[in-house]
């Protein structure tokens, strides 16, 4: 995000330009301010970044260790900023026979 290069319409806009700008919830232009905090994709998940950062204020979550911690779970959980939007999923347990 920090560089300009994410999976988002403001990139793709710059370097992709054949590339869909629009945010999955209909938004015309996907910028990192609407996910962080008006994407209602990812309303569900915002909370992980409300509970270091009530009004989820940028300087609040990259000012401090726990909230860089909760911006990568935020992103991790979310599947925010992914190429294809989906969701991180943990590893399957090893099954042991």
């Given at each position: ?95 042991y026979k």
């Amino acid at each position: 995000c920090r560089t300009g290069h994410a999976y988002l319409g403001e990139y793709y806009s710059k370097f992709v330009p054949l590339k869909n700008i629009d945010c999955p919830c209909g938004k015309d232009f996907q910028t990192w301010e609407h996910v962080l905090w008006g994407c209602p994709q990812y309303e569900h998940h915002r909370h992980i970044l409300r509970e270091v950062s009530e009004d989820v204020l940028l300087s609040d979550i990259l000012g401090m260790e726990k909230g860089i911690l909760a911006l990568v779970d935020f992103l991790k959980v979310s599947g925010a900023l992914t190429q294809d939007g989906t969701m991180h999923k943990p590893p399957e347990e090893p099954k042991y026979k």
